[in-house]
């Protein structure tokens, strides 16, 4: 019998394409929903430019330009939504697309921004992408008004027609007037109470494609005369290449030539490259084989001397010495806890964790004398197109980029805002022919831009009630050469600014330095300090006597949108401290991208130390929700995301490079460690507009953590959570 090697997609366009050769019995709803292609960069948006924002086809189809990612968090079907309620169009009319890079910064920048990242999409850039669409409805009525004399105050425009008495029209037929109308004042756009769309759950436009296969990302980027790289950087960042051997290798099949990448003195930003070699073949597997077997010599550098244990002693070390003050409320907490009392005290560490994007990292560039093209995962596509040119000394103008889904962005501007786009660009300068190059999974991990490790020390001081009357935090984060903010993320953030009202706070901190790149990870900052901040709350509320839960109630009072969120959490969640011995509940409560999120977590633990965590339920403040469905998938994915990383991850650094950096080592969490997740919305409402990407993730570590302990009596200071021992009897 012969054995046949076969993909899953495929597999599943195979399966498609058969017709009857397979059942899959799943439904996809909303047949006349809104609709997306495999390649939303090539989708013809033939129509009327009403702005910049939209086209109408002659049939009233709506063509929506978004300029933002599609990496699984909604951004295709959010920017559609948004256009689709002020325009007033049906939602089976409106196709989406990607929007041009190109024309976005020659033009300059109409789309205001291109970045996806910070659960900032619908939070910050839903007014004017909201008013693109309310000009553009606008304009139609003033289109319709002038050819009816009627004042535009008299037409109506709802679901792609126009009416004023008994005249109507449709979109389409007043597209073309409406395109050439200014109008005198942008029109101002919805308040919540007049959505008839928002607010309503609407499947997701990529996920049919997806599901079939047909969606395509930048590893599946193919084109004529394309040749493939491998490439491998000094395994010590930032570290030297000494020589490499081509001859060893350069008779192998397909292989066709070897390039040194050279680092450029000074420059160390995230997408810069690193010194390392590539070797260019007629396919990938061939490149990367030569490059494995080519002997190769690295000075590695005095980082190599740098490991986790060198890193922990100097974090202890500084945990000794007085940090940068960001915090100091009351009296000197400092002074109050040394003079004695019931102190609660206790040392929280999260270590290097790395983003494992699904899809490798990758890009595709091709440089002619006229023009270069662009594929890479970025979350700012106009980014992709400034490395490419500046790698390429081209003009902006020349340079092309092609939106793609992408598998994975996670923070750090995606796998594309790594050194890769550089590469591509550059190897593709010098072969003049499209080169596709591809990360191994190693040099992936190896070289990714990782989230910070980061240690603090905790001392409270017990009043009143068994509440805290003084709190004194100091933490240690590493940086790549110290910078002291990664995006919004600092070495206190969610540790120095918790909510909780304690009289008497002081807060220090210090940005110890190290030579691997870090970036910002989904929830940056949040997600490292909300598990240890929300861990010892609890370890100070039992201390006192207190439920943890009645705890941060009582610690937040008069602050209603914390309250909203705990009180709803308890009547969710059903929390309770007296399960039997190896069953525990725990919860946290973290606040990041404008909206507050917290998570109870319960968790069964055998006698061996067999960890299940068996539900979470998570409640979310964001201030207003534009698509529900889309939101519960965004909660359930970051909580997935932060359990994964405090449950099964961490790196480990040895010798100035890590050693865990494929999926055998680095572990991510499996299907069948995946909780029920149960999502419930506790909106304030009003002005407030949260992110709904990230912030569930945070609380969802601590949650776990705490439940452990009430599961085994054993408290959780460190992660990952795999590496402690859980057993009981």
Same mark, same amino acid.
């Given at each position: 019998?012969?054995?046949?090697t076969?993909?899953?997609?495929?597999?599943?366009?195979?399966?498609?394409?058969a017709?009857g050769?397979?059942?899959?019995?799943?439904?996809?709803?909303?047949?006349?929903?809104a609709?997306v292609e495999?390649?939303?960069?090539k989708?013809p948006?033939?129509?009327?430019?009403?702005?910049?924002?939209?086209?109408?086809?002659?049939?009233?189809?709506?063509?929506?330009?978004v300029?933002?990612?599609?990496?699984?968090?909604?951004?295709?079907t959010?920017?559609?939504?948004?256009?689709?309620e002020?325009?007033n169009?049906?939602?089976?009319?409106?196709?989406?697309?990607?929007?041009?890079?190109?024309?976005?910064?020659?033009?300059?920048?109409?789309?205001?921004?291109?970045t996806?990242?910070?659960?900032?999409?619908?939070?910050?850039?839903h007014?004017?992408?909201?008013?693109?669409?309310?000009s553009a409805?606008?304009?139609?009525k003033?289109?319709?008004?002038?050819a009816?004399?009627?004042?535009r105050?008299?037409?109506?425009?709802?679901?792609?027609v126009?009416?004023?008495?008994?005249?109507?029209?449709?979109?389409a037929?007043?597209?073309?007037?409406?395109?050439?109308?200014?109008?005198?004042?942008?029109?101002?756009?919805?308040?919540?109470?007049?959505?008839?769309?928002?607010?309503?759950?609407?499947?997701?436009?990529?996920?049919?494609?997806?599901?079939?296969?047909?969606?395509?990302?930048?590893?599946?980027t193919?084109?004529p005369?394309m040749?493939?790289?491998a490439?491998k950087?000094?395994?010590?960042?930032?570290?030297?290449?000494?020589?490499?051997?081509?001859?060893a290798v350069?008779?192998?099949p397909?292989?066709?030539?070897?390039?040194?990448?050279?680092?450029?003195?000074?420059?160390?930003?995230?997408s810069?490259?690193q010194?390392?070699?590539? &070797?260019?073949?007629?396919?990938?597997?061939?490149?990367?084989t030569?490059?494995?077997?080519?002997? &190769?010599?690295?000075?590695?550098?005095?980082?190599?001397?740098?490991?986790?244990?060198?890193?922990?002693?100097?974090?202890?070390?500084?945990?000794?010495q007085?940090?940068?003050?960001?915090?100091?409320?009351?009296?000197?907490?400092?002074?109050?806890?040394?003079?004695g009392?019931?102190?609660?005290?206790a040392?929280?560490?999260?270590?290097?964790?790395?983003?494992?994007?699904?899809?490798?990292?990758?890009?595709?560039?091709?440089?002619?004398?006229?023009?270069?093209?662009?594929?890479?995962?970025?979350?700012?596509?106009?980014?992709?197109?400034?490395?490419?040119?500046?790698?390429?000394?081209r003009?902006?103008?020349?340079?092309?980029?092609?939106?793609?889904?992408l598998?994975?962005?996670?923070?750090g501007?995606?796998?594309?805002?790594?050194?890769?786009?550089?590469?591509?660009?550059?190897?593709?300068?010098?072969?003049k022919?499209?080169?596709?190059v591809?990360?191994?999974?190693?040099?992936?991990?190896?070289?990714?831009?990782?989230r910070?490790p980061?240690?603090?020390?905790?001392?409270?001081?017990?009043g009143?009630?068994g509440?805290?009357?003084?709190?004194?935090?100091?933490?240690?984060?590493?940086?790549?050469?110290?910078?002291?903010?990664?995006?919004?993320?600092?070495?206190?953030?969610s540790?120095?600014?918790?909510?909780?009202?304690?009289?008497?706070?002081?807060?220090?901190?210090?940005?110890?330095?190290?030579?691997?790149?870090?970036?910002?990870h989904?929830a940056?900052?949040?997600?490292?300090?909300g598990?240890?901040?929300?861990?010892?709350?609890?370890e100070?509320a039992?201390?006192?006597?207190?439920?943890?839960?009645?705890?941060?109630?009582?610690?937040?009072?008069?602050m209603?949108?914390?309250?909203r969120?705990?009180?709803t959490?308890?009547?969710?969640?059903?929390?309770?401290?007296?399960?039997?011995?190896?069953?525990?509940?725990?919860?946290?409560?973290?606040?990041?991208h404008?909206?507050?999120a917290?998570?109870?977590?319960?968790?069964?633990?055998?006698r061996?130390?067999?960890?299940?965590?068996?539900?979470?339920?998570?409640?979310?403040?964001?201030?207003?929700?534009?698509?529900?469905?889309?939101?519960i998938?965004?909660?359930?994915?970051?909580?997935?995301?932060?359990?994964?990383?405090?449950?099964?991850?961490g790196?480990d650094?040895?010798?100035?490079?890590?050693?865990?950096?494929?999926f055998?080592?680095?572990?991510?969490?499996?299907?069948?460690q995946?909780p029920?997740?149960?999502?419930?919305?506790?909106?304030?409402?009003?002005?407030?507009?949260?992110?709904?990407?990230?912030?569930?993730?945070?609380?969802?570590?601590?949650?776990?953590?705490?439940?452990?302990?009430?599961?085994?009596?054993?408290?959780?200071?460190?992660?990952?959570f795999?590496s402690?021992d859980?057993?009981?009897?």
């Amino acid at each position: 019998m012969t054995q046949t090697t076969i993909s899953r997609r495929a597999f599943i366009q195979t399966s498609v394409a058969a017709g009857g050769g397979l059942l899959l019995g799943f439904h996809v709803p909303g047949a006349d929903a809104a609709s997306v292609e495999a390649h939303p960069w090539k989708t013809p948006t033939d129509g009327v430019e009403i702005n910049a924002w939209l086209t109408i086809d002659r049939n009233g189809v709506v063509t929506v330009r978004v300029p933002h990612t599609e990496m699984g968090q909604g951004a295709l079907t959010s920017v559609a939504m948004m256009i689709a309620e002020e325009l007033n169009v049906d939602w089976s009319k409106i196709q989406a697309v990607f929007a041009d890079p190109n024309r976005h910064l020659t033009r300059g920048r109409e789309y205001k921004v291109m970045t996806t990242h910070g659960s900032q999409l619908v939070r910050l850039q839903h007014p004017h992408i909201m008013q693109a669409g309310a000009s553009a409805r606008e304009r139609l009525k003033a289109a319709a008004a002038q050819a009816w004399r009627v004042d535009r105050s008299a037409v109506e425009a709802k679901l792609g027609v126009l009416k004023s008495g008994k005249r109507s029209g449709t979109y389409a037929e007043f597209a073309t007037a409406a395109a050439a109308i200014q109008l005198p004042t942008e029109p101002a756009i919805k308040t919540p109470d007049q959505w008839w769309l928002l607010g309503q759950s609407k499947q997701r436009l990529d996920i049919p494609r997806k599901v079939d296969g047909s969606a395509a990302f930048a590893i599946d980027t193919r084109l004529p005369g394309m040749v493939y790289a491998a490439v491998k950087c000094c395994p010590v960042p930032w570290g030297k290449l000494k020589s490499f051997s081509f001859d060893a290798v350069k008779q192998r099949p397909g292989v066709i030539a070897a390039i040194e990448l050279k680092a450029v003195p000074g420059k160390t930003a995230f997408s810069d490259m690193q010194n390392g070699v590539a &070797i260019v073949a007629d396919t990938w597997y061939r490149a990367k084989t030569a490059l494995d077997l080519m002997p &190769i010599e690295w000075d590695f550098g005095p980082a190599a001397q740098s490991s986790t244990e060198s890193q922990w002693a100097e974090a202890r070390k500084l945990l000794e010495q007085p940090g940068e003050v960001s915090n100091a409320t009351g009296a000197n907490a400092i002074e109050m806890i040394g003079a004695g009392g019931k102190v609660i005290a206790a040392e929280y560490h999260r270590p290097w964790e790395t983003h494992a994007r699904m899809e490798p990292i990758n890009a595709t560039v091709s440089v002619t004398d006229s023009r270069v093209d662009v594929w890479s995962p970025t979350q700012d596509q106009s980014l992709a197109l400034t490395l490419a040119a500046d790698q390429t000394g081209r003009d902006v103008k020349d340079v092309f980029v092609h939106t793609v889904f992408l598998g994975g962005g996670f923070g750090g501007g995606g796998g594309g805002n790594t050194a890769v786009t550089r590469q591509a660009a550059e190897l593709s300068r010098q072969l003049k022919r499209p080169v596709k190059v591809v990360w191994s999974r190693e040099e992936d991990i190896n070289h990714d831009k990782q989230r910070p490790p980061n240690m603090t020390a905790f001392k409270a001081l017990l009043g009143d009630k068994g509440l805290p009357s003084a709190w004194f935090t100091r933490s240690v984060w590493f940086t790549q050469d110290g910078m002291p903010r990664i995006g919004a993320a600092h070495a206190d953030y969610s540790i120095g600014n918790m909510p909780y009202k304690v009289p008497n706070r002081h807060h220090e901190r210090h940005n110890g330095k190290t030579h691997i790149p870090t970036a910002t990870h989904r929830a940056p900052g949040a997600g490292q300090h909300g598990f240890m901040t929300e861990s010892f709350v609890d370890e100070v509320a039992i201390a006192g006597g207190w439920n943890p839960l009645d705890w941060r109630i009582e610690m937040t009072k008069g602050m209603d949108d914390w309250q909203r969120v705990l009180l709803t959490l308890k009547e969710k969640s059903g929390f309770r401290t007296d399960l039997p011995r190896g069953e525990g509940m725990g919860i946290g409560i973290v606040e990041s991208h404008g909206s507050i999120a917290a998570a109870c977590a319960t968790v069964t633990v055998s006698r061996r130390g067999a960890l299940h965590v068996e539900k979470l339920v998570i409640v979310v403040d964001s201030g207003h929700v534009i698509n529900p469905l889309g939101g519960i998938e965004q909660c359930e994915g970051s909580a997935a995301w932060e359990l994964s990383h405090a449950w099964v991850g961490g790196l480990d650094l040895k010798e100035g490079r890590f050693t865990n950096t494929n999926f055998d080592t680095y572990n991510l969490l499996r299907i069948d460690q995946m909780p029920q997740v149960d999502v419930h919305f506790a909106l304030s409402g009003g002005s407030k507009w949260g992110g709904l990407g990230e912030p569930a993730g945070p609380p969802v570590p601590p949650a776990v953590a705490n439940a452990i302990f009430y599961a085994t009596g054993k408290r959780i200071r460190s992660t990952p959570f795999r590496s402690h021992d859980l057993s009981w009897s």
